[in-house]
């Protein structure tokens, strides 16, 4: 037998994959390891959403009490899910477990998202903190950011820099706005950036890298900015 003839299906066979939720085998249809029933578990975001954070609303009106009282130099934010139940597992092991060909199932997301609420437009991948690509050998923003352009054409400009390798997590909502604003830079100064270009970040919690990235983008010429995020928490 020919191994480099067998059918894509056979060789599926040969090498099971495996849910990363539920550990059931994966239907050899897709690319990523995430069954069909898992997959219909994750919720979706669906309208109405506070434009700021991107949270569903449910009684408010306009946008939610907590995003009211700050100023935000973005325009409209949209995430895919809520980070809680299936959403928060799947992202968790995108993220931190390092399940990469779980971006194959994400972009696909995420390029169904973009054409619906961004069409046309560019987008612009939140950068990692220095090293952490080196460390952990990948980031996983620039992953889905390199499969939405190669598999779903979709137009992507890494302008920005982040200086700096404090993580924003142990810091409170005050400390993330001001260490943000001084963690980001263009890639280098004059550089031309898009006019309404739309951000790429993975777990939104204040919107301080948010507006810290728009802010400059604004400042480089920018009129408006928007976010699409995998998650808000
Ligand atoms: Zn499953
Ligand atoms: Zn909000």
Redesign the pocket.
Same mark, same amino acid.
Request: aromatic fraction near 0%.
């Given at each position: 037998m020919n191994l480099i003839k067998l059918p894509r299906a056979a060789l599926e066979i040969l090498v099971p994959r495996f @849910? &990363? +939720? $539920? =550990?059931?085998f &994966?239907d050899s249809a897709h690319p990523w390891p +995430? $069954?069909?029933? @898992? =997959?219909a578990t994750l919720a979706p975001i669906v309208p109405p959403a506070c434009p700021a954070c991107g949270r569903a609303l449910i009684s408010e009106v306009g946008m939610c009490v907590r995003c009211r009282s700050r100023d935000r130099p973005y325009g409209r934010v949209e995430a895919l899910y809520a980070y809680a139940g299936s959403a928060k597992d799947l992202v968790g092991a995108y993220k931190f477990a390092g399940r990469t060909s779980l971006a194959y199932f994400l972009a696909d997301v995420v390029a169904q998202r973009l054409r619906h609420s961004f069409p046309g437009r560019v987008l612009i991948p939140v950068p990692p903190r220095p090293g952490k690509r080196k460390a952990n050998g990948w980031d996983q923003v620039d992953v889905l950011a390199t499969i939405l352009q190669r598999r779903y054409g979709i137009v992507v400009m890494r302008v920005l820099k982040r200086r700096g390798r404090s993580q924003q997590k142990r810091l409170n909502a005050q400390e993330r706005f001001a260490n943000a604003a001084r963690s980001y830079s263009l890639i280098r100064r004059a550089i031309t950036v898009p006019a309404d270009p739309v951000l790429l970040d993975d777990v939104i919690t204040t919107g301080a890298t948010l507006s810290a990235c728009a802010s400059i983008l604004r400042a480089a010429g920018a009129t408006t900015v928007d976010a699409l995020a995998l998650a808000t928490d």
């Open positions: @849910c &990363v +939720l $539920c =550990a059931g &994966v +995430l $069954c069909d029933s @898992c =997959a």
